[in-house]
């Protein structure tokens, strides 16, 4: 299948669908496959049934979507798309389904982000600071450094109608997206390999100026290596399927992301110092392809709305519970926690990226941080 949908995109770049404007025309009824089967029911209300049986305002046509995970089931957004998927078919009686691949079976972030623009995959948990990269700019605002205090500031957001404005961005933007959702995720930290920590002294704690010149593995975006930049450090894109081979054989020195995701792929054995810095959150966003989208009635958008919702309380519970979780195994399973004892210094090495920015994602910036959401 990933094999397939590398050849879609291939092919479909060459012809230059996926330039930012989007696509013409509606889709129905997506190919179906063998999508997972895992999670749990989603707390949601079934819409009024019509004398049929089939629910009011279902406009007669069956979909199926697919939607593409990168991590496992063991993760928090791979958990709120479980419960999108029983929401979805819940409140649609079944008229509209999901089929969802985990651990990147349907590719990589950067062909899952393509494949959305040109039709070839209907669903994905893209992150906010992906987006950019993809013509929609003022999302990206929240995968900025140091944005958020913590992961319940960023869930405030998420509910909030700045929340809501942010998401309504990527469709304006017109580049073949709608974004239906946030999924939120906990603070991306760093993580550092035996090799490297060894050549650092054995430190007890960790300092910005330790990351001086280290090679991390962050995602294919311009958001992450302008981060890593700022930080000293000498950021590499690399693919996330590749990122453990990568770490083993000392391709990189380092990476970032939470800390369930570092435990949940075991990127602990072979990266088995974690480094709390915090800075950036993984500002999850479950994204459509637009056309596809479009194809639905006013009603049928609903009912994914209202899934989009159920996932993202399943996502902030499941996360909560896991963070913590994960920290408490650190020990038994060998994992040197290093704390940052300088944050100042790594806020303040951010801080230029945000006078690049365009104005209005520097007003964005102001609201969060002045809590004017």
């Known amino acids: 299948m990933k094999k397939l949908v590398s050849c879609a995109l291939a092919l479909a770049m060459t012809l230059s669908l996926a330039a930012c404007g989007g696509n013409s025309g509606g889709t129905s009824t997506p190919a179906t496959g063998s999508g997972s089967q895992q999670g749990g029911a989603a707390n949601s209300g079934a819409p009024a049934s019509s004398s049929s049986g089939d629910p009011e305002g279902w406009s007669g046509t069956d979909y199926t979507f697919t939607w593409n995970e990168v991590n496992g089931d063991d993760y928090g957004a791979t958990q709120g798309a479980y419960a999108f998927r029983d929401a979805i078919e819940e409140l649609s009686g079944g008229h509209i389904k999901m089929e969802i691949y985990t651990n990147g079976t349907l590719g990589s972030e950067a062909e899952s982000m393509q494949g959305i623009q040109m039709?070839?995959?209907?669903?994905?948990?893209?992150?906010?600071?992906?987006?950019?990269?993809?013509?929609?700019?003022?999302?990206?605002?929240?995968?900025?450094?140091?944005?958020?205090?913590?992961?319940?500031?960023?869930?405030?957001?998420?509910?909030?109608?700045?929340?809501?404005?942010?998401?309504?961005?990527?469709?304006?933007?017109?580049?073949?997206?709608?974004?239906?959702?946030?999924?939120?995720?906990?603070?991306?930290?760093?993580?550092?390999?035996?090799?490297?920590?060894?050549?650092?002294?054995?430190?007890?704690?960790?300092?910005?100026?330790?990351?001086?010149?280290?090679?991390?593995?962050?995602?294919?975006?311009?958001?992450?290596?302008?981060?890593?930049?700022?930080?000293?450090a000498s950021a590499t894109a690399i693919a996330y399927s590749e990122l453990y081979t990568s770490l083993q054989s000392g391709v990189v020195d380092a990476a970032e992301n939470g800390v369930t995701s570092y435990m949940s792929n075991s990127f602990n054995e072979v990266a088995p110092y974690f480094i709390t810095d915090a800075h950036t959150f993984g500002c999850g966003v479950i994204l459509m392809n637009a056309n596809k989208w479009n194809a639905l009635n006013d009603t049928e958008k609903g009912w994914m709305q209202q899934a989009a919702l159920a996932a993202r309380t399943a996502c902030y519970e499941y996360n909560q519970t896991q963070e913590q979780a994960c920290f408490d195994s650190f020990g038994e399973k060998g994992i040197t926690l290093l704390e940052v004892t300088d944050i100042e210094k790594w806020q303040e090495a951010c801080a230029p990226l945000y006078a690049q920015q365009s104005q209005e994602i520097q007003d964005i910036i102001a609201r969060i941080q002045g809590g004017n959401y």
Not at 176 to 190: D, I, K, N, T
């Open 119 to 232: 039709g070839t995959l209907d669903m994905f948990r893209g992150n906010a600071s992906s987006l950019p990269n993809y013509g929609a700019e003022i999302i990206g605002s929240t995968g900025l450094p140091y944005v958020f205090k913590d992961m319940e500031q960023f869930q405030a957001v998420a509910e909030s109608s700045l929340g809501d404005e942010l998401l309504q961005s990527v469709e304006d933007a017109n580049c073949g997206y709608v974004a239906l959702g946030w999924l939120v995720e906990g603070p991306r930290s760093m993580f550092i390999t035996p090799a490297v920590y060894e050549r650092l002294g054995k430190p007890t704690e960790f300092t910005i100026d330790l990351m001086s010149g280290l090679k991390v593995r962050v995602p294919e975006t311009d958001l992450m290596i302008n981060t890593m930049d700022a930080l000293g």
